[in-house]
């Protein structure tokens, strides 16, 4: 299984990105997908996560209302539209995949290698 990520960068606080992950090696429309974050010095946070179909997705209360998640399972990706973007948004993101719902405790099975986003002030 493979999950590359990629469309990190830099940008100035109120910018935006979207983020991609290309998922290879596992039949995606049967897997959780999810986004996760890792800050300097902080814990590794689940951002957003979404079903199989798509229609059920949560997010972290910080991130609600800037940053949607969505999936094509026609081309195997996930993405991650981050919008208003903080200096606080600054980490690495991972993609990650599982058939378990993605929850805040969820440990996923696959994850991707991470894209960095800093987001300056």
């Known amino acids: 299984v493979q999950l590359q990520a990629s469309g990190g960068g830099s940008v100035q606080a109120g910018g935006s990105l979207r983020l991609s992950c290309a998922a290879s090696?596992?039949?995606?429309?049967?897997?959780?997908m999810g986004w996760f974050r890792q800050a300097p010095g902080k814990e590794r946070e689940l951002v957003g996560g979404?079903?199989?179909?798509?229609?059920?997705?949560y997010y972290a209360d910080s991130v609600k209302g800037r940053f949607t998640i969505s999936r094509n399972n026609a081309k195997n990706t996930v993405y991650l539209q981050m919008n208003s973007l903080k200096p606080e948004d600054t980490a690495v993101y991972y993609c990650a995949a599982d058939r378990i719902t993605m929850m805040p405790t969820t440990i996923p099975n696959y994850w991707g290698q991470g894209t960095l986003v800093t987001v300056s002030s």
């Open positions: 979404i079903n199989r179909i798509g229609y059920s997705t």
């Open positions: 090696g596992l039949t995606f429309s049967t897997y959780n």
